[in-house]
């Protein structure tokens, strides 16, 4: 005879192992993994006032350079006695801001002007294509330190400089899919209805070609994180007292005999962070291919 818990767990058992099943035959374990650092890395980045130990401009001169491990200062202290820990989590969340909102700006700048494109063809299409090809063949890393050198390093600055990194590539992929999309009726039928073109993009092509834009924010995602790194390392990204994951391995590239902690946490996280959106933004692309299934 069913026992009356029996009876009260063989739902909920069925419904965890039919998720658990579902996870297992459409999400690869290493993809999983992935998905799990990037959750983490977006609730720290979320609850950084709420996590962080310490102040990041605290100082503890009696405990400089201190190796991690210990119970007060888990990854370590810096030269100036400043928690590492606190600071790599403050880092994960201007990194992560920087990263998210140059990429939305970049792909609404590139993707406007690829409808553009599409819509008034000719003068217009040739000016963009002109400027996409432009952009493609500018030393972008030089043009953005003589622009930060110019003018100075501020957030607003970096994000919008930032946000101008890519665009070309949203830029043709709109444009191109515009023109299919275009070329299969739909958007010539709602067009004969009377839609104005702001409606037939925005409600009918943009959702069709969404899918392929959000992977390609997948992969200019990572691209602008190491681009950040690599200006705050030279100095001309995130100023102190704030501090950023390129930030942090610049200042802790003089003391990588001594106390390599100090580098070696934040180098840590860009790659997993920029290897983890890789593998993910791989995955979409097969997912939502439909040339795949």
């Not at 959750?39 to 979320?46: D, E, P, Q």
């Not at 004969?192 to 943009?206: E, N, S, W």
């Not at 100023?239 to 950023?244: I, L």
């Not at 902690?261 to 934040?266: E, T």
Request: charged residues 15%; contains cysteine; positive net charge.
């Amino acid at each position: 005879m069913m026992a009356t818990s029996d009876l009260i767990e063989t739902p909920v058992s069925r419904k965890q192992g039919g998720l658990v099943s579902f996870l297992r035959r459409n999400v690869p374990f290493s993809v999983a993994l992935c998905l799990l650092w990037l959750a983490a890395m977006v609730a720290t980045a979320i609850f950084a006032d709420q996590v962080r130990p310490f102040n990041i401009t605290a100082m503890d001169l009696t405990s400089r350079l201190s190796a991690p491990g210990g119970a007060k200062h888990l990854l370590g202290t810096d030269e100036l006695g400043r928690d590492v820990l606190s600071r790599l989590i403050q880092s994960i969340r201007v990194s992560l801001v920087i990263a998210f909102g140059a990429t939305l700006l970049s792909a609404i700048f590139g993707t406007l002007l690829g409808f553009l494109a599409a819509q008034f063809r000719g003068f217009v299409e040739h000016l963009v294509l002109m400027l996409a090809d432009f952009q493609a063949a500018l030393p972008f890393l030089i043009m953005s330190l003589a622009v930060l050198a110019f003018f100075g390093s501020s957030m607003p600055l970096l994000v919008c400089l930032m946000g101008f990194y890519g665009w070309e590539r949203y830029a043709r992929i709109a444009r191109g899919l515009a023109i299919a999309a275009g070329a299969q009726g739909y958007a010539a039928a709602v067009v004969q209805l009377g839609a104005t073109p702001m409606r037939v993009y925005l409600r009918h092509i943009l959702p069709n070609v969404a899918s392929t834009l959000i992977v390609s924010m997948t992969l200019t995602f990572p691209e602008i994180i190491l681009m950040e790194s690599g200006l705050s390392f030279l100095g001309l990204g995130v100023q102190p007292p704030e501090t950023s994951l390129g930030n942090m391995v610049g200042f802790g590239r003089e003391y990588l005999t001594r106390a390599p902690w100090i580098m070696l946490a934040p180098a840590i996280v860009i790659m997993l962070t920029t290897l983890s959106i890789s593998l993910v933004g791989d995955w979409l692309r097969d997912k939502l291919d439909p040339t795949i299934r």
